[in-house]
């Protein structure tokens, strides 16, 4: 650590826990220790040629994933300003889509366009948890250093409000089944967390935090980029991922994908032969994928016409939670988005 003094401050030390805490439900304790003398830094972000005199309004953290894609797409062809498009580099079979649809911005936006691609992974070790329930605090320091490197105060997080809010779609899924890697109360305690730093004041943000996954799909289509679909990931089985095959068809977001193509008749850009299970009619071979599928289309189908009583009275907790996320609206607002947004879902 090269700033002990400040990272073990009261305020800091308890806005860091409170963060953790609330994307992992787990307990935490931090000390830091300053680092060795005479230790080499180490040079971790690559920023371009030398020379390079562009401002860049929003760094974007961009996965190669749909929503991630659409949110980037979006910032360039909605707007006159200059991203930058973080990535972080944690697995090989990643890294060829996430450089395609870099490589396709840059292309269609030229000189707008920053990408950024930060290598972090484990080294000689077997993940004993694969849920990765605290990558946002790695996202967004990440971001952070970049966008205090390059004078940027807006760091952005695109991913639908379905995931966002990920309302457990049974008993079962909670505590560390459930992500909240860009729940809103989530950025909102990471957002406090680099404020408690002393430095400029950076703003996190999720700007489709009220959009459904058929929704972002109309982004793509409104901008004409729906040939990219295909290049495209939204799975959480990386492991089982090939180059032919890039979804398992068996995952929450693999279900929420295919559904949402069909929803918006996109489904000639998004091959069947990539899923792994065929989501709609394919054999599931496991306990867990019949599990996951049969309880997914049963939450799906039972909040389409949910009242805000109803949704109270089911998801208290959950409800009472985004609404921390969102302190400027008010509650009814918030309640009524949700609502609306499991609704349209």
Same mark, same amino acid.
């Given at each position: 650590?090269?700033?002990?003094?400040?990272?073990?401050?009261?305020?800091?030390?308890?806005?860091?826990?409170?963060?953790?805490?609330?994307?992992?439900?787990?307990?935490?304790?931090?000390?830091?220790?300053?680092?060795?003398?005479?230790?080499?830094?180490?040079?971790? !972000?690559?920023?371009?040629?030398?020379?390079?005199?562009?401002?860049?309004?929003?760094?974007?953290?961009?996965?190669?994933?749909?929503?991630?894609?659409?949110?980037?797409?979006?910032?360039?062809?909605?707007?006159?300003?200059?991203?930058?498009l973080?990535?972080?580099?944690?697995?090989?079979?990643?890294?060829?889509?996430?450089?395609?649809?870099?490589?396709?911005?840059?292309?269609?936006?030229?000189?707008?366009?920053?990408?950024?691609?930060?290598?972090?992974?484990?080294?000689?070790?077997?993940?004993?948890?694969?849920?990765q329930?605290?990558?946002?605090?790695?996202?967004?320091?990440?971001?952070?250093?970049?966008?205090?490197?390059?004078?940027?105060?807006?760091?952005?997080?695109y991913?639908?409000?379905?995931?966002?809010?990920?309302?457990?779609?049974?008993?079962?899924?909670?505590?560390?089944?459930?992500?909240?890697?860009?729940?809103?109360?989530?950025?909102?305690?990471?957002?406090?967390?680099?404020?408690?730093?002393?430095?400029?004041?950076?703003?996190?943000r999720?700007? !489709?935090?009220?959009?459904?996954?058929?929704?972002?799909?109309?982004?793509?289509?409104?901008?004409?980029?729906?040939?990219?679909?295909?290049?495209?990931?939204?799975?959480?089985?990386?492991?089982t991922?090939?180059?032919?095959?890039?979804?398992?068809?068996?995952?929450?977001?693999?279900?929420?994908?295919?559904?949402?193509?069909?929803?918006?008749?996109?489904?000639?850009?998004d091959?069947?032969?990539?899923?792994?299970?065929?989501?709609?009619?394919?054999?599931?071979?496991?306990?867990?994928?019949?599990?996951?599928?049969?309880?997914?289309t049963?939450?799906?189908?039972?909040?389409?016409?949910?009242?805000?009583?109803?949704?109270?009275?089911?998801?208290?907790?959950?409800v009472?939670?985004?609404?921390?996320?969102?302190?400027?609206?008010?509650?009814?607002?918030?309640?009524?988005?949700?609502?609306?947004?499991?609704?349209?879902?």
């Amino acid at each position: 650590m090269s700033r002990p003094q400040v990272w073990g401050r009261g305020d800091v030390t308890a806005a860091l826990r409170e963060a953790a805490e609330f994307l992992t439900e787990d307990s935490f304790q931090f000390d830091f220790e300053p680092i060795p003398k005479g230790k080499p830094a180490q040079e971790y !972000f690559k920023f371009g040629e030398d020379g390079d005199t562009r401002s860049f309004d929003e760094v974007i953290l961009f996965s190669g994933g749909l929503d991630s894609f659409a949110g980037a797409l979006q910032a360039l062809a909605g707007g006159n300003g200059n991203v930058v498009l973080l990535t972080h580099r944690s697995a090989q079979k990643a890294i060829t889509r996430q450089t395609h649809l870099a490589d396709y911005l840059k292309q269609r936006f030229p000189r707008r366009v920053l990408h950024v691609e930060i290598t972090a992974r484990r080294k000689s070790t077997v993940a004993v948890e694969r849920t990765q329930r605290s990558r946002s605090l790695l996202f967004s320091s990440l971001a952070y250093g970049v966008a205090r490197a390059l004078g940027i105060s807006t760091i952005s997080f695109y991913e639908n409000g379905i995931i966002s809010q990920n309302l457990p779609i049974a008993g079962s899924v909670v505590g560390t089944m459930a992500t909240r890697t860009t729940h809103p109360y989530g950025l909102l305690l990471l957002e406090r967390l680099l404020a408690t730093l002393g430095e400029e004041r950076i703003t996190i943000r999720n700007p !489709f935090a009220w959009k459904t996954k058929s929704e972002v799909l109309e982004v793509i289509r409104r901008y004409n980029a729906e040939d990219l679909i295909k290049h495209t990931v939204s799975c959480t089985s990386l492991h089982t991922q090939s180059t032919k095959i890039t979804h398992c068809g068996a995952c929450t977001q693999c279900l929420d994908r295919r559904f949402a193509v069909y929803a918006t008749n996109l489904e000639a850009f998004d091959p069947g032969d990539s899923y792994q299970t065929d989501v709609f009619a394919g054999a599931r071979t496991t306990e867990r994928s019949r599990e996951i599928a049969a309880k997914w289309t049963r939450h799906a189908r039972s909040v389409a016409h949910v009242t805000r009583s109803e949704l109270m009275s089911r998801f208290g907790l959950e409800v009472s939670r985004v609404m921390a996320g969102n302190p400027d609206l008010p509650s009814n607002e918030v309640l009524a988005r949700i609502a609306a947004l499991q609704s349209r879902h």
